[in-house]
């Protein structure tokens, strides 16, 4: 049969066919329905028909419901945040205040309390000129009465002011506003440029690669001579808390037991934490691991000096490669042969850089904020780096050396904190590639606490800057391409290690809040809301589960501008704690691989007395003296939490802030200074992060 053309209704839609019909049923309790035509009884009907007066009651007495409760929880917060301000900042309970060693700390903050005086004095001046009704401030142009308007003495001191701002107060803050906003739009093009070169990267999938496997036998003994010599080096100094996962990972290495050292370099001061660390390295030496400890006495040049003493020995020199993990770092099995391979047949490599991944990155709020920047650190910075310049910061971590790119860049120097970016430099200057391995990763931890991430950052910002006074002449003078050197001064270091946390501290923490007092230099809203945000969406994209915090995120980064500030000030003017190495605290988080390993090892007692009988009696004599020793149980010490005055003065100030924009009917600036001001009291209470008291 053929089918049915019928283009009528295509046209005539909404045309009514058939004779409309009215159907009554005698019984009240049903409903009455029209219908008008034939396709009428299968149209949708209206889902709102049904409801009755109850129904829209009991929706209306949920939405109720949720409000109340949504108005009780942020009640219960704000009473808890209260709390916890008259505990630990009134009453000093289980708290300790943290020390400022620097002059130009106890300078910073003498600075940002005058502007919190400055700032209350002239918000109560408002205030009263509010309530007489001197609404100068709310005009766009700005109108000075004459003097036959003046109404006393306080009315003509308020007039004075407004002319002595308008001329002499807010030229000078616009001008610096305008130059942190450049410094601001430059920053953010430069990462808009990163961003677009990992959409690159992924479009076009676009990784290192090598032909064939240089590792194809499976059997590692037989094929041993195609392994080349490699040195793993574990520094570490008071890590008492991670020392043993790491050891055990490094072990597990799958390498020629005859082509593979391992070097534990412990520079810890505690006599306790050096038996259980000779204690682990004694144990797997028993198990047939080629591993050797190292102490030395006297700790000169921290991690830097510890390496360089290592490198001195004389057998390093019948090792071709070096790999380097800290304490916390757990690598996989096969992490040598995931990296080491790229060497081959290429001479001008000097480092494979890995990507770090982390065990305890939904610990707290503190961690999953650090795990953003880490993951945009890596997925764009690095590989973006790698791939297009093949030149990038070492982490110091998580990655392989070729020893003669090391020797000839002058080996490891202990004039800076940053170590592994000095040695990146120098070996860059002296014409080695790097590469970047975003699908290697390497498990290790974040600082759950505030008190070590801030020295961690402090670290990480004093020693770029301290650096880079140190090898500007260097680069200058080097023969590489103009471009290169160009990259290295104005990107690596002054736009992504100066610029960044300069117009971060100085524009939304300094200038900002100062705005609210001196209208006539208000900075507009893009550069405090759109921009910002559009950035820190950036920022995101590499972890994609992190998107619910990317205000949190947003505010905290606003926050560290104050110790990335501080720090880089001391590192660039040699200032105080430039060289000042402070061990990061680790919490000994252990992965599901690590129990598995652990329960693994346990199930193999009987093997490991089997294997220690062919010792000798004084091996074993050490042995059990180190483990005797390590079961003693340390002492407890008792942590409290800090209190920060430098965060906690600029809460105040920009609290300050955020009430007199409320006498301007300013609602974006008003919105951000209040969450920014309370971001900086969290902060400066030490309520982020992992809760010592």
């Known amino acids: 049969m053929a089918p049915r053309l019928d283009f009528s209704n295509w046209w005539a839609k909404d045309t009514r066919k058939g004779t409309p019909v009215v159907v009554k049923m005698e019984n009240p309790n049903y409903s009455v329905v029209e219908i008008d035509g034939p396709d009428a009884a299968f149209r949708p009907v209206e889902k709102s028909r049904g409801k009755n007066a109850k129904q829209v009651t009991w929706v209306l007495l949920l939405k109720a419901h949720r409000a109340v409760g949504c108005v009780a929880w942020i009640a219960t917060l704000f009473w808890a945040l209260l709390g916890t301000i008259k505990r630990r900042l009134i009453f000093r309970q289980d708290v300790a205040v943290a020390s400022e060693k620097l002059g130009k700390g106890k300078l910073l903050f003498t600075v940002i309390k005058v502007f919190l005086v400055t700032s209350l004095s002239i918000l109560a001046f408002e205030v009263v000129a509010y309530f007489k009704g001197w609404h100068y401030f709310q005009n766009p142009s700005l109108h000075i009465p004459r003097t036959s308007d003046i109404q006393g003495l306080l009315h003509l001191v308020y007039v004075t002011w407004l002319s002595f701002r308008a001329d002499y107060i807010a030229p000078p803050i616009q001008a610096l506003s305008k130059f942190c906003v450049a410094l601001f739009l430059i920053q953010s093009a430069d990462r808009i440029i990163l961003s677009f070169g990992c959409f690159w990267i992924k479009y076009k999938k676009i990784k290192p690669r090598i032909e064939g496997d240089p590792f194809k036998s499976n059997d590692v003994e037989e094929s041993g001579y195609e392994y080349p010599m490699v ?39 505690d006599e306790s934490i050096q038996y259980l660390i000779k204690a682990e390295v004694a144990t797997w030496n028993q198990r047939g691991i080629n591993i050797i400890y190292r102490h030395r006495l006297v700790r000169t040049g921290y991690k830097a000096g510890n390496l360089k003493s290592a490198m001195s020995c004389e057998y390093v020199q019948a090792y071709e490669f070096v790999a380097i993990f800290d304490a916390d770092f757990q690598p996989n099995p096969d992490f040598l042969k995931q990296t080491v391979r790229h060497f081959k047949d290429n001479p001008e490599l000097g480092l494979v850089q890995a990507r770090w991944t982390f065990v305890n990155k939904d610990e707290n709020l503190l961690t999953r904020l650090q795990n953003i920047n880490l993951c945009f650190h890596f997925e764009v910075e690095q590989q973006v780096n790698g791939v297009f310049l093949n030149f990038f910061g070492f982490n110091g971590t998580a990655g392989v ?38 699908d290697v990763k390497v498990l290790c931890e974040v600082p759950e606490s505030y008190e070590a991430y801030r020295k961690q950052q402090h670290r990480w910002h004093s020693g770029p800057m301290h650096l880079f006074r140190l090898c500007l002449p260097t680069i200058i003078t080097s023969k590489i391409a103009i471009w290169k050197k160009a990259n290295l001064i104005l990107l690596f270091f002054l736009l992504r290690k100066l610029i960044l946390p300069f117009y971060s501290f100085t524009l939304f923490c300094i200038i900002l809040p100062l705005t609210m007092f001196v209208p006539e230099a208000e900075l507009p809203v893009w550069v405090i809301c759109y921009v910002p945000v559009f950035m820190s969406f950036l920022n995101i994209l590499p972890s994609p589960k992190s998107f619910p915090f990317i205000v949190p995120y947003l505010l905290f980064e606003n926050t560290m501008s104050v110790t990335k500030f501080n720090a880089m000030v001391s590192g660039l003017f040699q200032l105080g704690s430039s060289y000042e190495w402070v061990v990061t605290k680790k919490a000994g988080r252990s992965s599901e691989s690590d129990l598995l390993a652990v329960a693994e090892r346990e199930s193999k007692t009987t093997n490991q007395r089997q294997i220690q009988r062919g010792a000798s009696e004084s091996e074993l004599t050490e042995l059990n003296r180190l483990k005797e020793q390590k079961e003693v149980a340390p002492i ?58």
């Open 231 to 269: 040195l793993v080096q574990i520094p570490m100094c008071n890590e008492r808390e991670v020392y043993e996962q790491s050891i055990s990972a490094v072990c597990q290495l799958d390498w020629p037991k005859d082509q593979l050292l391992i070097q534990v370099l412990d520079d810890s001061d």
């Open 401 to 438: 050396w070729r020893v003669k790119a090391l020797e000839e860049s002058g080996g490891w120097l202990e004039r800076t904190t940053v170590e592994d970016m000095d040695i990146a430099v120098r070996a860059h200057l002296n014409g080695w590639k790097f590469i970047f391995l975003n």
């Open 636 to 693: 407890p010490v008792k942590r409290v939490n800090k209190i920060y005055r430098k965060e906690l003065t600029l809460a105040f100030l920009l609290l300050t802030a955020s009430v007199r924009s409320l006498l301007s009917a300013q609602g974006v600036h008003f919105y951000f200074l209040l969450f920014q001001g309370v971001t900086f009291l969290l902060v400066g209470l030490d309520l982020i992060g992992e809760q010592m008291s």
